[in-house]
């Protein structure tokens, strides 16, 4: 069984700040317990003198490597490269040492500009306040050699500036993607509480998937999980359809290497490929069946992937064994006492529909025992706000075993399965309608005796 996962490494501390005196590094950043993956990952990019820390990893590198992070890392969220680094006491010396910058290099008063910053510890204890006093550095600093300053713009600023202010240190560095790389550029339309990209890509990394092996995600949603994967087995750069449109980050520097950059892009494009391996997304909703079509479709690896309009008890694999990989509802999409029920029944059908097969279940901490089946072991991740475990498991072998991807209620098909879907939701809807009416009936009611009586706040029941 110890074959069947890859070691996950202990939990880095958070990386102390760098000396004033010594020269910044090329930073990215990562989510929590993803540290290992993106040390690897750079590594193979050409990155060297990693020092790797909490959901950041310092490192050196050249121009290429800068480029190809962007490029072609999956589990970074952000590629920062330093500008500088300076020791500073107060919001006038902070303001003074930006302003030391040639500013009127990196920016035009024609382009806009957003800045970010975070503080620990410091004399300023606000982010907003240190980002104030960049941003104001320089603008000023452009205006006094253009006569004209530069706007602000939160959404596809033309240099995206990110200041790291730790005690009297402070780094500024400049964002090489001018975006949250989890932004594929494939997703398609919005379902409620997707999954990032990113911790997609990385609990793909953590269970030792490779391309070739059958996955399959009864609980798809978005199909994020099976997307991330596909686009992997076919090669295509997480940030290749992001960077067609020639716009963000490092394309818009200053001292942009074009030469450089379209050798890479080439290199890119004729890597990808037809994407090998068995994909199978199901999900109950039918509108996030239609997405996730959609954004395959943009990712171009619609073809590779089967889709289905399924409750996951339905579904039923064949074929030699791989990894069911799934992120349930809870939390925003589903209350806690609901979600427990899932998981147990999502529990009984790897039990009884997946044997021989690998699992990886996406769980908050209050859920990680409701499955109900002994893991491999847990995993510590974070899915936004919620704290969460990744619960491995090799399921073992049992009597009942499916014959193929799809319904086993011969009954009812797919369509008419969507279409019961759409009713349970008319109905819901419909419940919701009387509610309000009520709500609205007994305040047309009460109002006026609460106007008469001088009363302006109570609370309104429904009967």
Known sequence: MESLFPEVPPAPRPLLPGDPDMPPRLTARTLDGLEWLLARELSGLGATNLRIGRRTIEFTGTTETLYRAVLESRVAIRILEPLGRFAVSSPESLYRSISSLDWAKHLRPTQ????????????????????????????????????RRPNVQLHGASLRLSLHLSGETATLFRDAAGQSLHQRGWRKGK???????????????????????????????????????????????????????????????????????????????????????????????????????????????????????NHFEAVS????????????????????????????????????????WRAGVLAPVELAKSIGLKPHRRVVLSNGPIECRLIELAVHRAKVSGTSFGNQLPAESDAERCSSTKQVSRSVSDQIGDFRRRLAKRSRHLG????????????????
Not at 115 to 126: E, K, L, N, W
Not at 290 to 309: D, E, N, P, T, Y
Not at 319 to 333: I, Q
């Open 112 to 147: 806009t500009l957003r800045v970010d910053a975070r503080v620990h510890d410091s004399f300023i204890d606000h982010s907003l306040y240190a980002s104030q006093v960049v941003k104001d550095a320089v603008v000023d600093g452009v205006r006094a050699v253009h006569g």
């Open 448 to 463: 006026r005796w609460a106007r008469k009586q001088g009363i302006e706040a109570y609370r309104l029941y429904d009967r």
């Open 191 to 309: 379902v409620e509480a997707p999954l990032s990209e990113v911790l997609a890509a990385g609990i793909l990394g953590i269970s030792g998937w490779q391309p070739g092996e059958p996955l399959l995600d009864p609980l798809c949603g978005s199909g994020t999980f099976i997307i991330e994967a596909a686009t992997q087995a076919s090669g295509l750069a997480p940030g290749l359809l992001r960077a067609r449109t020639r716009k963000q980050g490092f394309f818009r520097f200053h001292d942009f290497d074009r030469n450089l950059a379209e050798t890479i892009l080439l290199d890119l494009e004729n890597k990808a490929r037809a994407p090998s391996g068995t994909f199978h997304a199901s999900d109950l909703d039918p509108a996030a069946i239609q997405i996730a079509k959609q954004s395959a479709a943009l990712a171009g690896v619609a073809g590779s992937i089967s889709f289905s309009c």
């Open 317 to 356: 694999p064949e074929g030699d064994p791989g990894l069911v990989l799934t992120n349930p509802p809870y939390g925003e999409r589903l209350a806690l006492p609901r979600a427990g029920a899932v998981f147990r029944r999502i529990g009984d059908w790897l039990k009884n529909s997946c044997p021989g």
